[in-house]
């Protein structure tokens, strides 16, 4: 029988009752749903609007379902459309009438709001706890490189010397904004929407602040009929994980390039390679290519969620049931991708002379030999033009920047010297770069050292 048996005067049509019902998907809130049940009842025990039998009851019937539940002994069905109308029903068929008192002062809608609050909040640590990981890789294997000069890019052109340290770091420091930005979406969904009832609070005597506190929130929703129609957590939940996915999307971009014959910086372990089915040589990256491919799943998971609520009056309309689909999908999403991203990256086998041999190529010095002309007192622009007039003499000769004769650098311009060569030099050239941010080794190593005390102070908290 329907909770809401009474208004009506015949079934649900068997059609409606599979569409209308979420329990194939919302059953993953189960613990959220019991805890939220045990708070509630506890808090309506001690207000005196529970007995204390009844109250001790609900708390004994909530647990044992608990239990089985996870001991795999719990069939839930469609019946009873979700998982908090399955828990009920399982709950007043053990303990009787006392299961039926469990619901006073609450409705569905605030229950669930709670349900998926915590969940969510649940997950972003989880989450969290696998971008450490992540930063954990990067910090580890930037250590091992951080004298090993590579080609730094603008437009996919060779444009400056950097160090694949300075590279990888680069992600690192992506990595803890993601962490950041999921920090902040904990900290602001951190208010309880218990206690508001379908959308007009309740004429009980609750105590809200009890159930708060008892569930780890900072404190209640203010309003109550913005407490049960909000889902702002779930669209920044969304928004924090497409920018994470952005990022991974953009470092696998980068190591399919790497990995490709063409520049050969690194070569995946494989394990984390696959082969094809007709041609033998092949190693292809997938798990980079896969994770570039979900990122775009995840970005459909927030427009899902986006255009689900655009339009929503106040408050709970059926439509917000279509929540917790793509929240699930993206968080299953991006838990999955991270660990075997960290894996491939801590696996691979890298090639830092290859990197060093295609950074000598493409004048990526360039910047170094004008700056070299105005140290020695040339305004920057005048500089820059004599070094691009040496940077075509050498493209018509087939000639890198440190291999022309100091006689060609004298015909250009009075001031070079034979320190040019040590000026053109690229390790010189990355070790110089010690401004703050840059990619000589003092600053990778301060870099790595920062990342690394982001993610103890974290790991310290948890």
């Known amino acids: 029988m329907k909770l809401w048996s009474g208004r009506f005067g015949k079934d649900t049509d068997a059609l409606v009752n599979a569409f209308n019902a979420s329990i194939d998907f919302d059953q993953r809130l189960y613990r959220e749903d019991i805890r939220g049940s045990l708070a509630h009842a506890k808090m309506l025990a001690d207000c005196g609007i529970l007995s204390p039998e009844d109250g001790e009851a609900i708390q004994r019937g909530l647990r044992e379902i608990l239990s089985d539940i996870e001991a795999g002994k719990v069939a839930f069905t469609a019946d009873n459309e979700d998982i908090h109308m399955n828990i009920e029903a399982l709950l007043t068929e053990r303990i009787g009438d006392a299961g039926k008192r469990l619901h006073t002062a609450r409705s569905r809608n605030d229950q669930v709001a709670l349900d998926f609050r915590m969940y969510v909040r649940r997950e972003i640590g989880s989450v969290i706890d696998r971008l450490l990981s992540l930063q954990s890789v990067l910090c580890r294997r930037a250590k091992e490189y951080q004298s090993a000069v590579m080609p730094g890019y603008t437009h996919l052109q060779r444009a400056q010397p950097v160090s694949f340290a300075h590279h990888l770091m680069a992600y690192a420091h992506m990595f803890a904004r993601d962490v950041t930005r999921l920090e902040d979406c904990r900290e602001r969904l951190n208010q309880c929407p218990l206690g508001c009832g379908a959308l007009a609070g309740t004429t009980y005597p609750i105590d809200r602040w009890e159930t708060a506190e008892e569930l780890g929130f900072d404190e209640p929703m203010e309003n109550s009929l913005d407490a049960v129609s909000d889902r702002d957590y779930a669209l920044e939940l969304l928004s924090g994980l497409s920018i994470l996915m952005l990022h991974l999307s953009r470092f696998a971009e980068e190591?399919?390039?790497?990995?490709?014959?063409?520049?050969?910086?690194?070569?995946?372990?494989?394990?984390?390679?696959?082969?094809?089915?007709?041609?033998?040589?092949?190693?292809?990256?997938?798990?980079?290519?896969?994770?570039?491919?979900?990122?775009?799943?995840?970005?459909?998971?927030?427009?899902?969620?986006?255009?689900?609520?655009?339009?929503?009056?106040?408050?709970?309309?059926?439509?917000?049931?279509?929540?917790?689909?793509?929240?699930?999908?993206?968080?299953?999403?991006?838990?999955?991708?991270?660990p075997v991203f960290a894996a491939m990256l801590d696996t691979m086998k890298v090639f830092p002379e290859r990197m060093r041999e295609a950074a000598g190529r493409g004048f990526l010095n360039a910047t170094d030999c004008a700056d070299y002309l105005t140290k020695k007192g040339m305004p920057f622009r005048d500089a820059y033009t004599v070094t691009g007039k040496l940077v075509a003499l050498c493209a018509r000769e087939g000639k890198s920047l440190e291999e022309l004769a100091l006689a060609d650098f004298k015909a250009a311009c009075e001031l070079f010297d034979e320190d040019v060569y040590e000026a053109l030099r690229l390790e010189n050239c990355v070790s110089l770069r010690h401004s703050y941010g840059g990619?000589?080794?003092?600053?990778?190593?301060?870099?790595?050292?920062?990342?690394?005390?982001?993610?103890?102070?974290?790991?310290?908290?948890?």
């Open 255 to 338: 190591v399919i390039l790497w990995c490709s014959w063409e520049f050969k910086f690194i070569e995946l372990d494989d394990a984390y390679a696959t082969g094809s089915s007709i041609m033998p040589q092949k190693k292809n990256p997938d798990v980079a290519e896969l994770v570039r491919g979900k990122t775009g799943r995840v970005y459909g998971d927030l427009i899902t969620l986006l255009t689900v609520m655009k339009g929503l009056p106040l408050a709970y309309n059926k439509d917000m049931q279509e929540d917790k689909e793509p929240v699930f999908d993206a968080l299953d999403t991006v838990e999955m991708c991270l």
């Open 439 to 462: 990619p000589a080794v003092g600053e990778t190593t301060r870099q790595i050292q920062d990342i690394e005390d982001f993610i103890a102070a974290r790991r310290e908290e948890a």
